[in-house]
T-cell receptor, first 110, second 113 residues
């Protein structure tokens, strides 16, 4: 039931764009995105509820395709501060158990 | 600062020993979650408490137990420790029972030697 993320790792140059995908084998109620910088705790980015809405957070946005049971996180014009591991978290029903994905390591280089 | 406090930050102990990790949630948050993070395992959900009651259980070993006290702080007890228990243990809190925005503490790094 743990969602699968792809890619596992990505290296970008400053200013480049990236997409991180999160897929589940089960129907989803919500998808959450968190970023964890090295040696720090995960920090919440955004929640998407089923309905396909897209949300944004500075130059980071996400979409949720409930039919495909997947979510994508879009990082536009990446900055050095975007480096870290990104985790999606999925919930199959309101208040149901929540699973974090496998994680995607993103490194932005000058 | 997330407002979630975890102590201690680091813990070094020997196999077979027992340790207690402590977590104080954000003011007003009723739910506390415990996660284990190993290098190759990502964030594994252990257990959730809501207002003193166990709400959900994940991949928590029988050697591990937790509780949430009336003042809402929580403790995770790990006993008969094995080398494989070495990991970063995070506590998170949220206002209600649902998985809305989680606020994570800075974690306790446990090393079992």
């Amino acid at each position: 039931q743990q969602p699968v993320q792809s890619p596992q790792a990505v290296i970008l140059r400053e200013g480049e764009d990236a997409v991180i995908n999160c897929s589940s084998s089960k129907a989803l109620y919500s998808v959450h995105w968190y970023r964890q910088k090295h040696g720090e705790a995960p920090v919440f980015l955004m929640i998407l509820l089923k309905g396909g809405e897209q949300k944004g957070h500075d130059k980071i946005s996400a979409s949720f395709n409930e039919k495909k049971q997947q979510s994508s996180l879009y990082l536009t014009a990446s900055q050095l501060s975007y480096s870290g591991t990104y985790f999606c978290g999925t919930e199959m029903g309101a208040g149901n158990q929540f699973y974090f994905g496998t994680g995607t390591s993103l490194t932005v280089i000058p | 600062d997330s407002g979630v406090t975890q102590t201690p930050k680091h813990l070094i102990t020997a196999t077979g020993q027992r340790v207690t990790l402590r977590c104080s949630p954000r003011s007003g948050d009723l739910s506390v979650y415990w996660y284990q993070q190993s290098l190759d395992q990502g964030l594994q959900f252990l257990i959730q408490y809501y207002n003193g009651e166990e709400r959900a259980k994940g991949n928590i070993l029988e050697r591990f137990s937790a509780q949430q006290f009336p003042d809402l702080h929580s403790e995770l007890n790990l006993s008969s420790l094995e080398l494989g228990d070495s990991a970063l243990y995070f506590c998170a809190s949220s206002p209600t029972t649902g998985y809305e925005k989680l606020f994570f503490g800075s974690g306790t790094q446990l090393s079992v030697l």
